[in-house]
């Protein structure tokens, strides 16, 4: 395939990216070359502020500049800011963290976690811009013009979550051009949300991040909706979000009727992300394609689907998700298929949301999971405590007292300061407004002579399914972290699970 002299003159053009456009299947090749990743030249680095002590912290120093993340298709850069700090001790960070900031070219503000591990631990951290496609330059028509290409090409390159990944791994190039400040031997990439995403993807693609901590992303399932292609929902999960605005508008939910309007517009927020059905009818798409797309886009994001790849590296990993975000719909599953997953599963945790509407337990904002990012990284950069291997659980329900019997056993003999066991009866179905809403109880396990924990609930009648999982906190060194059962349902009206 001859390709345009223009583009041969770019060195960070991906090269596949222009050699699937040829073919109409789903691209199957390596989503990422990595030699252009980390092509430090291509960055096309421009200096907006250079080093200095920062005005309010001067033990930091920062920096702001600008790079090139990729040129995403012929003829469109993607520019976003990326600020660097680091100790003003001088001596370089050999710990790093990636993680994000606004879209603004402007210095981005580390939170005083960050702060902490800068001054206290001398590690260095990283910060790039990020944000709805939408909202990135060119404001308003980058995200048409990435429809319009993966409509085209049926390329998964042209989504969110492809550049999202990207972004943080040219973040991790843009600071090795600084060995002065960043000489990492250890890397370590957190986000929540498209930020979670974000740090997912870097720690399953790129051998130079050693460690991630999602918040709020998915490990299994596909996040936020049943499918990429706006209108190609399941009937029956259109027809319960219908329901729900209606009772909510009557009064009937315990929710303020007044939450209907921001709900709607989240939900036009993210239309804006995907591609509609009558875009995909348009552009010749069989049904197979429609059906297709919606694992492809979020394939290179689930670290399931990588699990042996991540392990034979070392990635070291800690997911913080909540039961009620449809980020992360596929708990049960996860539970059963990967028991040994290592999580933070926050019982009615929700992803976070518009203001008024409701969402009183937004994992992201809770200070547990910033203690628990905190005490993951001084666990992984300095050894300064061990990790917590996730705890075996298991439920059995007794029809003759209605009472479900929770027992619990740790896998490293450890022995938490808190224990509780969390659960809720009848769920609602994933990707779902009433999935969010949803009320789980809590009670102490209380431990058993001769180890483990248990618990026993009591009902009033029979629930087709009560989903249940148990939470700790485990502190060593005052470093405290919460961490969680694999997530589990018993069926009481058929006495299995």
């Known amino acids: 395939m001859n390709l345009p002299p223009v583009v041969c003159r770019l060195p960070f053009v991906l090269l596949l990216l222009l050699l699937t456009t040829a073919s109409r299947s789903f691209a199957a090749d390596p989503l990422y070359d990595l030699s252009s990743i980390r092509d430090t030249e291509s960055l096309e680095l421009k200096v907006i502020q250079d080093w200095r002590p920062s005005p309010k912290h001067p033990t930091v120093q920062e920096k702001l500049i600008e790079i090139t993340v990729c040129q995403w298709w012929p003829g469109q850069k993607v520019r976003l800011p990326v600020t660097l700090l680091a100790p003003a001790d001088g001596l370089p960070c050999r710990n790093v963290v990636v993680t994000n900031q606004g879209l603004a070219v402007t210095m981005g503000r580390p939170t005083a976690t960050h702060l902490k591990l800068i001054q206290d631990d001398g590690v260095g951290v990283v910060l790039i811009g990020m944000g709805t496609i939408d909202a990135m330059q060119p404001k308003g028509e980058l995200h048409h013009a990435m429809r319009q290409k993966l409509l085209e090409t049926k390329d998964v390159r042209y989504t969110p979550v492809w550049i999202w990944g990207a972004s943080q791994m040219r973040a991790l190039t843009a600071a090795m051009t600084e060995p002065k400040f960043f000489q990492p031997e250890k890397?370590?990439?957190?986000?929540?949300?498209?930020?979670?995403?974000?740090?997912?993807?870097?720690?399953?693609?790129?051998?130079?991040?050693?460690?991630?901590?999602?918040?709020?992303?998915?490990?299994?399932?596909?996040?936020?909706?049943?499918?990429?292609?706006?209108?190609?929902?399941?009937?029956?999960?259109?027809?319960?979000?219908?329901?729900?605005?209606?009772?909510?508008?009557?009064?009937?939910?315990?929710?303020?009727?007044?939450?209907?309007?921001?709900?709607?517009?989240?939900?036009?927020?993210?239309?804006?992300?995907?591609?509609?059905?009558?875009?995909?009818?348009?552009?010749?798409?069989?049904?197979?394609?429609?059906?297709?797309?919606?694992?492809?886009?979020?394939?290179?994001?689930?670290?399931?689907?990588?699990?042996?790849?991540?392990?034979?590296?070392?990635?070291?990993?800690?997911?913080?998700?909540?039961t009620n975000d449809s980020v992360s719909p596929s708990l049960l599953e996860l539970g059963n298929q990967y028991p040994d997953f290592p999580v933070c599963i926050i019982a009615g945790g929700q992803h976070g949301g518009p203001t008024g509407a409701g969402f009183d337990r937004q994992v992201p904002k809770l200070p547990e999971i910033d203690q628990n990012f905190y005490s993951f990284t001084r666990h992984h950069f300095f050894g300064h405590r061990s990790f917590p291997s996730p705890p075996k659980i298991d439920g059995q329900w007794d029809p003759k007292t209605q009472t479900l019997s929770v027992t619990v056993s740790m896998a490293d003999d450890r022995k938490p300061q808190q224990n509780e066991v969390w659960w809720c009866i009848d769920r609602s179905k994933p990707h779902t407004l009433p999935f969010e809403y949803d009320r789980w109880e809590s009670a102490t396990l209380d431990q058993v002579v001769g180890g483990g924990y248990r618990a026993s609930i009591p009902f009033q009648g029979t629930p087709k399914r009560i989903d249940f999982l148990s939470l700790h906190v485990d502190a060593e060194n005052d470093l405290p972290i919460k961490f969680s059962s694999p997530y589990q349902r018993v069926l009481p009206q058929t006495s299995g699970k």
């Open 187 to 322: 890397v370590l990439a957190t986000g929540g949300s498209k930020r979670g995403v974000a740090s997912a993807v870097a720690g399953i693609v790129d051998d130079r991040f050693t460690a991630i901590v999602p918040i709020v992303a998915p490990m299994l399932g596909n996040p936020g909706s049943a499918t990429f292609v706006n209108g190609n929902e399941p009937r029956e999960l259109v027809e319960i979000d219908k329901q729900f605005y209606a009772d909510l508008a009557a009064g009937k939910l315990t929710i303020d009727p007044a939450a209907e309007k921001p709900l709607r517009e989240r939900a036009v927020r993210r239309a804006t992300q995907r591609i509609s059905l009558q875009q995909a009818i348009d552009a010749g798409w069989t049904e197979s394609d429609i059906d297709t797309i919606t694992d492809r886009v979020w394939d290179i994001s689930r670290i399931t689907n990588h699990m042996s790849l991540v392990k034979e590296r070392g990635l070291d990993v800690f997911y913080n998700v909540g």
